[in-house]
């Protein structure tokens, strides 16, 4: 968990706090559907995993409310590490398959990248 994330999340807590407060009914649905995206991305926080198998498969999952993604490493093109807008924070941008890319945001991203191309290398890719 990284603390810029941490930040959004209290900021639309805050915002939907806010409407909320307002006592309208516009503003009460302004105000939920703050509060369902707030759950999303605390859900997608805390249980977002990304594990390199034994058996050669990167298995990224972000969470309950989206799908588990099995990628088999002999399908990786490319690995590199990007700083999103404003560089708070740098993820993974993954190229694979037929012109396929996958975002991921491990804790130590240079580390994951290190022993995914390791273990490409071992692969022979």
């Known amino acids: 968990m990284n603390w810029p994330e941490l930040l959004m999340t209290i900021v639309v807590a805050g915002f939907a706090l806010y409407f909320f407060w307002q006592r309208s009914s516009a503003m009460a649905l302004v105000a939920f559907l703050l509060v369902c995206l707030d759950v999303v991305m605390i859900e997608r926080m805390v249980h977002s995993s990304y594990t390199l198998s ?7 999952n972000k969470g309950r409310f ?6 088999p490493l002999e399908e990786i093109i490319r690995v590199e590490v990007r700083k999103t807008p404003f560089g708070l924070t740098r993820y993974m941008l993954i190229e694979h398959g037929r012109h396929r ?20 290398n071992m692969i022979g890719k």
């Not at 034994?54 to 990224?60: I, P, R």
């Not at 989206?66 to 990628?71: D, G, M, N, Q, V």
């Not at 890319?101 to 490409?120: A, D, H, N, T």
Request: proline share 6%.
């Open 54 to 60: 034994d058996d050669g498969v990167l298995e990224v």
């Open 66 to 71: 989206s799908k588990r993604l099995r990628i």
């Open 101 to 120: 890319l996958v975002s991921i945001q491990p804790e130590r991203p240079e580390e994951f990248v290190r022993e995914v191309r390791k273990r490409l």
